[in-house]
Structure formats: structure tokens, C-alpha cells
């Protein structure tokens, strides 16, 4: 015992920790500006690509199922107002030409075996949307519409997949919605500065020569590792809130699905991003090292998240590689809640992916965090 | 609280960076209550031995007890009990002294209460209060050693170890410093302090002299300075720079160097009359006499391996 015979408080040392680094954060104008601005400035550049407050689409149909269950497809997709129904074509080739020709936004096709579709448990689509992909507005509101969830009963239990309709963009097949882009660059946001943050966060303690006194008092590695959590958890936490807000005002993503399971969710992911970053920081030799790293994780992240690429379309092999990336699980629970309305339990696999990466993470990064100078 | 006497003891400690050699077979004991002096050239290893005492480095060789606790196993509790000041400032230059000493007093877990009258207490007594809301970064050289030391002594540990303390410190400051470390003493703490100045290693009660990892000389300063077994020489006179070469050239002499308008000369043990052979040397203009050792003549003698021209700093 030193001779005023503190107690010794981890929760004391792990405060200590985190108001330290707000406080470096707060002064670190590069930093701060980097939380707000980067949200900002990507959700533009992207964002702006996108608009999807789009009513009445013509369309033309092709109905080669003609029976009641069809009819009535026909009617509740006619009742989000998304479309309208201005012709009926009895060949899908007519369908083409009025698409081609401009007379129509869009067709939609239903198949000959719809109701077999419709009964199989297999997630066939129900029907096929042909949309002119390069009027953007359009081909994003009609994507926003391949999520429909249509059955006769008009409800939807968390564990049963509702079928839904294959849209097939003639041109530009890379269309997105708000739906789409927001969770996507809310990702991307959220990877490239936490991992950024975080992965310099210890390594600029040992350059700037501070860890020689951190590492001298009783701190101990987790509760190290702790304290750099909660002020990255909180800026993550802050920058979900302003994408999701400007998303809102400035795109119109609709605040559909449980909020609280998105915040959850997205809590999970700062997490796993957050603990890939200090062990990145824990491994790195100096900060540029850090930042390389970090790079070597945002790169993929982007690219084979399904965040550019369809992940479907994407090689075996990169399918993989992708699995491993907490984007991709991410990408899957935002689509999950804000697209299809999934429940906890519908996306637990992607959960408790996130979960396990973050307590991994975080373990080899407190396991390796040698506390000494050499 | 368990009495010891000695609060370091280190045995065998080596450290070797690959190839090279740091510290080569250490022996040393830190008397409790005691300021130990810790004296060797640059590169000497003084920084590196401390920080295996620390529990910063783990040690290649050799055994380290603190405080009767053995290192590294123990480093932990032996970190609550040692306030550690860092040669390089290593506190955090984007905080305020008052952010930096709270945050030390935080990890250190002085109970907040106590945090606030400790911290008041120790900006006062290194005349830091009218800065404390100045980022530490922008604090002068000097500035930036008090602080450090203030979050040394934050926890009033029993043993502290100080890597420099002083350098960057102004003659002043630096005798108010070393008042502040006779009174620490004074009250039972234990002092190891690493220094390049001879007039600090004067003030130690101990001294241990390393030289390329090697310990040199160690033992009670008034010892040393006694038992010198070689001889010093002063030389005055006019315009005494021009003889240092000749001086330097006989093979008696061990090391030459000014002092203002002398130069003192240290000759070998074996010499019978060292003053009879330097005022031979240089003529009889100049007056030649035979005086104590000092322990700068300690230092250089014990450390030099080649003989060489000292210039007095
Ligand atoms: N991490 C390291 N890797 C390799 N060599 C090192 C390392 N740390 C120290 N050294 C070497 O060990 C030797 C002793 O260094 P140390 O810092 O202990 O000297 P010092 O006595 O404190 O010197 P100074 O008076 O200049 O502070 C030096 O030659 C230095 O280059
Ligand atoms: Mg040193």
C-alpha cells in the first residue's frame, strides 16, 4: 500500500481512461472534425444519387397467371401507390418494347406457376419487375418494392421469409435506394473512422512516448482496453444518430423497422470495429503502420460487403472472405430490420457473429498488449 | 508496512539489445531512506537498469527485488507503491498540468476528496498553480520536469525513482528541487536518482557509477571520494589552456581538465610524486599542489577509457 492507502478501484482507472481521451478527442480538432464531417460529406456525395419518393410509376402487366391469388397481388402492389397500372400485355416480349420504347417506367411479370411459387417454402420471387435501371428515381422506388412482403393474410411472422418479387433492372444494375445506400454508408462511416481511430489510439501513446508512464502506474491491459472503448462507442453512437437523422430530412429513408434493434445492432458493430482496431493498434509498429492496416480492412469492407457488389453475384471464394468481415453481417441486419422488418431472432446468426468478433477481438488484443516498452 | 533495509536490490542484472550489451552484470543496493545516485556517461544503461527495476523491461539476466518484492512477478503491486519520473517527458502534452495530475491521481486511485487537496498541494509546492490550465505541451523544459515530478510524488510513495529529474532546470529550481528531495528523505523515502551534474552526485548520500553497462564504482559518496586511489594535482598560473596537450601527453596522467583558471590533473596511483612530475612538465611558471578528490574525479577516472580532454561543462 502507498501511504494515503487508496483503494483501488478498476472502475476508478477505466474512468480515468476514457475522460482523458474525450478530453485528447475534444482538443483533436482533426479528429472532431472527422466525426461530424465525414458523415456528412459522404452521405452527399452518395446520397444524392438517390431520392426515392417516387408514386405512380406507370407500368405495364403480364399476367400469365390469371387466377384470384394473382389478382390480388395485383391489387395490394397497386395500393402502395409506388405504380400504376396503365396496361395489360398477354406476351413478356410487348413488355420489353414498352419499356424500351419509354411508354412504361416498368413491367411486371407474372408467372404462369405463381401460385406454385407462392406455396413453395423455397425463396423463389414471386413475379419479376423489368424497370428502365437508368431513370434512377424510378428503378430505386421499384427496388425499394422487391422487399414487398405479400401474402393472402396480410401478416408476417418474424420466422417465415416473406416471398417477394424479383426486380430485374434492364440497365444500371447497381440501383439503390435510401433503403439501400444509408445502412450501406453507415457502415462504410462507421468502419473507416472507428477502425481509424481506434488502430492509432495505442500505438500514438507508445510514439508520443506516454506509454513509459501509462504502463508504470496500476492499469491494467483490460481496463486499458475499457477506457479507448467508451469514448469510440459513443462517437459511433453520434454518428449513427446524424446519418440515420440525414438520412431522414435530406433522403427520405423512412423510419420503418425497430429502432431499438438497430441501435443495438449498430452498437455491435462500433463494437467489432472498434476491437479490430485496438488490435490493430496493439500489433501496429507506428501509426502509419496503423493506418495501412486499417486500410487493408476498410478496402474489402467496402468491396465485398454487398455494399458495391450484390454479395450473391459475388465468386465463392470472395464470398468467403467477405463472411469474415463484421460489414457484411452488418450490411445483412440493417437490410434485415429497415427492408424486411426482422426481429432479433430472425437475425441472430449475424449477431452473434458481431458479438463473438468483439470479444475476440477485444481478448487478443488485451492478451497481446504486452505491458512493456520492448 | 514492512521495514526493509535495502529497497532495491538487484543482482546479475543484464541487458542485452540483441548484440550489444546494455547492462552487464549489475550488483546494487538502495539503502532505505537513502538518496542513491545513479552516475554514468550517456549510454551508460542508467535508464535502461531503471526501467528493468520498474518492471518497464524484463530483464535478459539476473534477479530484481523492490521493496522486498521480486520483479517482474510482482510488478503490479510494486507500480502502487513507486512514483516513477520518466528521463523523456512521457505525461500527455494535448492535457492541462491540472487534466495530466488528475488523471494520475485517477489511475492511482486517490479518492477524489484527497485527489483535490493533493494535487493543490503539489502545483503549489512546484510553483505550477498559475500554469495549471496550460496545456503541456506549450510548458517551458523546465516546467515540463516539475510536472513530472509532481505526478511522482502525487501518491507520496515510499521509494522514488528519478531519471533526471533536473535536467532543463534552472540553478534555482534546481536547489529547491533538491531541498524538496532532502526533506522526502528526511520523512523515510527512499531516492534513486539518475544525474550527468557533479555538484547532485555530491549531495547523494550513495553513488553507483556506470560505464558502457559496467558498474565502475559504488558506495557511500564521502567513501569514495576517501578512498580515491589516485591523485589529483591542481595547476595555477597564468594561462593554463596551453599546457593541457603537453599535460595530456605524459603517460601518468589519467585525464585533464579546466576549472575557471585551474586545471586539475588526475595521476595514476603508481606516480610516487605526481607534483614533482607535472611541474616538471610544464615549467615553473606555474604553481602545482596536491588536493582532494572530488567525485567528479571519481567519475572520470572510474569511466573514461581512453585518456581525454575534459571541458568543464
Ligand atoms: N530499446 C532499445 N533497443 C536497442 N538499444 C537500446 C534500447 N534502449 C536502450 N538501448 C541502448 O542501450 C544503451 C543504454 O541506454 P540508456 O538509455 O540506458 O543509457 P543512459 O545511461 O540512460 O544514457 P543517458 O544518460 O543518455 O540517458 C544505449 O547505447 C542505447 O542505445
Ligand atoms: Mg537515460
Same mark, same amino acid.
Given at each position: 500500500?502507498?501511504?494515503?492507502?487508496?483503494?483501488?478501484?478498476?472502475?476508478?482507472?477505466?474512468?480515468?481512461?476514457?475522460?482523458?481521451?474525450?478530453?485528447?478527442?475534444?482538443?483533436?480538432?482533426?479528429?472532431?472534425?472527422?466525426?461530424?464531417?465525414?458523415?456528412?460529406?459522404?452521405?452527399?456525395?452518395?446520397?444524392?444519387?438517390?431520392?426515392?419518393?417516387?408514386?405512380?410509376?406507370?407500368?405495364?402487366?403480364?399476367?400469365?397467371?390469371?387466377?384470384?391469388?394473382?389478382?390480388?397481388?395485383?391489387?395490394?402492389?397497386?395500393?402502395?401507390?409506388?405504380?400504376?397500372?396503365?396496361?395489360?400485355?398477354?406476351?413478356?416480349?410487348?413488355?420489353?418494347?414498352?419499356?424500351?420504347?419509354?411508354?412504361?417506367?416498368?413491367?411486371?411479370?407474372?408467372?404462369?406457376?405463381?401460385?406454385?411459387?407462392?406455396?413453395?417454402?423455397?425463396?423463389?420471387?414471386?413475379?419479376?419487375?423489368?424497370?428502365?435501371?437508368?431513370?434512377?428515381?424510378?428503378?430505386?422506388?421499384?427496388?425499394?418494392?422487391?422487399?414487398?412482403?405479400?401474402?393472402?393474410?396480410?401478416?408476417?411472422?418474424?420466422?417465415?421469409?416473406?416471398?417477394?418479387?424479383?426486380?430485374?433492372?434492364?440497365?444500371?444494375?447497381?440501383?439503390?435506394?435510401?433503403?439501400?445506400?444509408?445502412?450501406?454508408?453507415?457502415?462504410?462511416?462507421?468502419?473507416?473512422?472507428?477502425?481509424?481511430?481506434?488502430?492509432?489510439?495505442?500505438?500514438?501513446?507508445?510514439?508520443?512516448?506516454?506509454?513509459?508512464?501509462?504502463?508504470?502506474?496500476?492499469?491494467?491491459?483490460?481496463?486499458?482496453?475499457?477506457?479507448?472503448?467508451?469514448?469510440?462507442?459513443?462517437?459511433?453512437?453520434?454518428?449513427?444518430?446524424?446519418?440515420?437523422?440525414?438520412?431522414?430530412?435530406?433522403?427520405?429513408?423512412?423510419?420503418?423497422?425497430?429502432?431499438?434493434?438497430?441501435?443495438?445492432?449498430?452498437?455491435?458493430?462500433?463494437?467489432?470495429?472498434?476491437?479490430?482496431?485496438?488490435?490493430?493498434?496493439?500489433?501496429?509498429?507506428?501509426?502509419?503502420?496503423?493506418?495501412?492496416?486499417?486500410?487493408?480492412?476498410?478496402?474489402?469492407?467496402?468491396?465485398?460487403?454487398?455494399?458495391?457488389?450484390?454479395?450473391?453475384?459475388?465468386?465463392?471464394?470472395?464470398?468467403?472472405?467477405?463472411?469474415?468481415?463484421?460489414?457484411?453481417?452488418?450490411?445483412?441486419?440493417?437490410?434485415?430490420?429497415?427492408?424486411?422488418?426482422?426481429?432479433?431472432?430472425?437475425?441472430?446468426?449475424?449477431?452473434?457473429?458481431?458479438?463473438?468478433?468483439?470479444?475476440?477481438?477485444?481478448?487478443?488484443?488485451?492478451?497481446?498488449?504486452?505491458?512493456?516498452?520492448? | 508496512?514492512?521495514?526493509?533495509?535495502?529497497?532495491?536490490?538487484?543482482?546479475?542484472?543484464?541487458?542485452?539489445?540483441?548484440?550489444?550489451?546494455?547492462?552487464?552484470?549489475?550488483?546494487?543496493?538502495?539503502?532505505?531512506?537513502?538518496?542513491?545516485?545513479?552516475?554514468?556517461?550517456?549510454?551508460?544503461?542508467?535508464? $535502461?537498469? !531503471?526501467?528493468?527495476?520498474?518492471? /518497464? =523491461? %524484463?530483464?535478459? *539476466?539476473?534477479?530484481?527485488?523492490?521493496?522486498? #518484492?521480486?520483479?517482474?512477478?510482482?510488478?503490479?503491486?510494486?507500480?502502487?507503491?513507486?512514483?516513477?519520473?520518466?528521463?523523456?517527458?512521457?505525461?500527455?502534452?494535448?492535457?492541462?498540468?491540472?487534466?495530466?495530475?488528475?488523471?494520475?491521481?485517477?489511475?492511482?486511485?486517490?479518492?477524489?476528496?484527497?485527489?483535490?487537496?493533493?494535487?493543490?498541494?503539489?502545483?503549489?509546492?512546484?510553483?505550477?498553480?498559475?500554469?495549471?490550465?496550460?496545456?503541456?505541451?506549450?510548458?517551458?523544459?523546465?516546467?515540463?520536469?516539475?510536472?513530472?515530478?509532481?505526478?511522482?510524488?502525487?501518491?507520496?510513495?515510499?521509494?522514488?525513482?528519478?531519471?533526471?529529474?533536473?535536467?532543463?532546470?534552472?540553478?534555482?529550481?534546481?536547489?529547491?528541487?533538491?531541498?524538496?528531495?532532502?526533506?522526502?528523505?528526511?520523512?523515510? $523515502?527512499? !531516492?534513486?536518482?539518475?544525474?550527468? /551534474? =557533479? %555538484?547532485?552526485? *555530491?549531495?547523494?548520500?550513495?553513488?553507483?557509477? #556506470?560505464?558502457?553497462?559496467?558498474?565502475?564504482?559504488?558506495?557511500?559518496?564521502?567513501?569514495?571520494?576517501?578512498?580515491?586511489?589516485?591523485?589529483?594535482?591542481?595547476?595555477?598560473?597564468?594561462?593554463?589552456?596551453?599546457?593541457?596537450?603537453?599535460?595530456?601527453?605524459?603517460?601518468?596522467?589519467?585525464?585533464?581538465?579546466?576549472?575557471?583558471?585551474?586545471?586539475?590533473?588526475?595521476?595514476?596511483?603508481?606516480?610516487?610524486?605526481?607534483?614533482?612530475?607535472?611541474?616538471?612538465?610544464?615549467?615553473?611558471?606555474?604553481?602545482?599542489?596536491?588536493?582532494?578528490?572530488?567525485?567528479?574525479?571519481?567519475?572520470?577516472?572510474?569511466?573514461?577509457?581512453?585518456?581525454?580532454?575534459?571541458?568543464?561543462?
Amino acid at each position: 500500500m502507498n501511504r494515503l492507502g487508496f483503494n483501488k478501484g478498476a472502475l476508478s482507472r477505466v474512468t480515468a481512461i476514457f475522460v482523458k481521451e474525450f478530453i485528447q478527442l475534444k482538443r483533436d480538432r482533426l479528429t472532431f472534425a472527422m466525426v461530424v464531417m465525414v458523415p456528412l460529406i459522404q452521405l452527399l456525395l452518395f446520397g444524392y444519387t438517390i431520392n426515392t419518393d417516387v408514386r405512380h410509376v406507370p407500368i405495364a402487366i403480364v399476367d400469365q397467371c390469371q387466377t384470384q391469388l394473382s389478382r390480388q397481388f395485383i391489387e395490394d402492389i397497386k395500393a402502395t401507390q409506388i405504380i400504376d397500372v396503365v396496361k395489360f400485355f398477354d406476351s413478356p416480349s410487348r413488355i420489353m418494347e414498352a419499356v424500351r420504347a419509354g411508354k412504361v417506367g416498368a413491367g411486371l411479370l407474372i408467372p404462369r406457376d405463381f401460385e406454385k411459387r407462392y406455396n413453395d417454402k423455397n425463396n423463389d420471387p414471386l413475379a419479376h419487375f423489368i424497370v428502365d435501371g437508368s431513370d434512377t428515381v424510378v428503378a430505386g422506388a421499384l427496388k425499394a418494392l422487391r422487399a414487398f412482403p405479400f401474402t393472402q393474410s396480410s401478416s408476417i411472422s418474424a420466422d417465415q421469409i416473406p416471398h417477394t418479387i424479383a426486380v430485374e433492372l434492364l440497365y444500371n444494375p447497381e440501383q439503390r435506394s435510401a433503403l439501400f445506400t444509408v445502412p450501406g454508408l453507415l457502415g462504410v462511416i462507421l468502419t473507416m473512422t472507428l477502425t481509424f481511430f481506434t488502430a492509432v489510439a495505442l500505438v500514438r501513446e507508445r510514439e508520443r512516448g506516454n506509454m513509459e508512464i501509462l504502463i508504470a502506474t496500476p492499469i491494467s491491459s483490460m481496463e486499458l482496453m475499457i477506457g479507448k472503448l467508451i469514448p469510440y462507442m459513443v462517437i459511433g453512437l453520434i454518428q449513427v444518430s446524424l446519418i440515420l437523422l440525414l438520412g431522414h430530412f435530406l433522403f427520405q429513408l423512412p423510419f420503418v423497422g425497430n429502432f431499438g434493434l438497430l441501435y443495438f445492432c449498430c452498437m455491435l458493430f462500433i463494437f467489432a470495429n472498434v476491437g479490430l482496431g485496438l488490435l490493430v493498434s496493439v500489433k501496429a509498429p507506428n501509426q502509419l503502420g496503423a493506418m495501412q492496416l486499417s486500410i487493408f480492412i476498410l478496402l474489402p469492407s467496402i468491396l465485398l460487403s454487398g455494399f458495391m457488389f450484390p454479395y450473391d453475384a459475388m465468386p465463392q471464394a470472395a464470398q468467403w472472405l467477405a463472411e469474415l468481415l463484421p460489414m457484411t453481417h452488418f450490411i445483412r441486419l440493417t437490410r434485415g430490420i429497415l427492408l424486411r422488418g426482422a426481429q432479433l431472432g430472425g437475425l441472430m446468426p449475424d449477431v452473434l457473429f458481431l458479438l463473438g468478433f468483439f470479444l475476440l477481438t477485444m481478448l487478443l488484443a488485451t492478451i497481446l498488449f504486452k505491458k512493456k516498452l520492448d | 508496512m514492512k521495514l526493509i533495509d535495502d529497497v532495491i536490490v538487484v543482482h546479475g542484472l543484464t541487458k542485452r539489445f540483441g548484440e550489444f550489451v546494455a547492462v552487464n552484470n549489475l550488483d546494487m543496493n538502495i539503502k532505505s531512506g537513502s538518496i542513491h545516485g545513479f552516475l554514468g556517461p550517456n549510454g551508460s544503461g542508467k535508464t $535502461t537498469a !531503471i526501467r528493468m527495476m520498474c518492471g /518497464l =523491461m %524484463d530483464a535478459s *539476466e539476473g534477479d530484481i527485488h523492490v521493496l522486498g #518484492l521480486s520483479m517482474p512477478e510482482h510488478a503490479s503491486q510494486v507500480r502502487d507503491q513507486v512514483g516513477y519520473m520518466t528521463q523523456k517527458f512521457a505525461l500527455y502534452e494535448d492535457l492541462t498540468i491540472k487534466e495530466n495530475l488528475r488523471f494520475i491521481a485517477k489511475v492511482r486511485g486517490i479518492p477524489a476528496a484527497l485527489a483535490k487537496e493533493r494535487l493543490n498541494a503539489v502545483m503549489i509546492d512546484n510553483d505550477l498553480v498559475e500554469y495549471q490550465s496550460q496545456l503541456a505541451g506549450s510548458l517551458s523544459g523546465g516546467q515540463k520536469r516539475r510536472l513530472a515530478f509532481s505526478a511522482a510524488v502525487l501518491t507520496e510513495p515510499r521509494l522514488l525513482i528519478l531519471d533526471e529529474p533536473t535536467s532543463e532546470v534552472d540553478p534555482n529550481t534546481r536547489r529547491e528541487m533538491w531541498a524538496k528531495f532532502f526533506k522526502l528523505a528526511s520523512v523515510g $523515502t527512499s !531516492i534513486l536518482i539518475s544525474t550527468h /551534474l =557533479m %555538484d547532485e552526485a *555530491e549531495r547523494c548520500h550513495y553513488l553507483t557509477v #556506470l560505464n558502457d553497462g559496467i558498474k565502475v564504482a559504488d558506495g557511500k559518496t564521502d567513501q569514495l571520494k576517501n578512498e580515491f586511489s589516485h591523485q589529483v594535482v591542481l595547476v595555477e598560473g597564468e594561462n593554463v589552456t596551453p599546457l593541457t596537450d603537453s599535460i595530456m601527453q605524459m603517460k601518468q596522467v589519467l585525464a585533464v581538465a579546466q576549472s575557471g583558471l585551474v586545471l586539475r590533473v588526475i595521476v595514476s596511483k603508481e606516480e610516487a610524486d605526481p607534483v614533482r612530475i607535472v611541474s616538471e612538465n610544464i615549467g615553473p611558471k606555474f604553481s602545482v599542489r596536491k588536493i582532494k578528490a572530488t567525485i567528479e574525479d571519481v567519475f572520470v577516472a572510474a569511466t573514461q577509457t581512453t585518456k581525454c580532454r575534459l571541458d568543464k561543462e
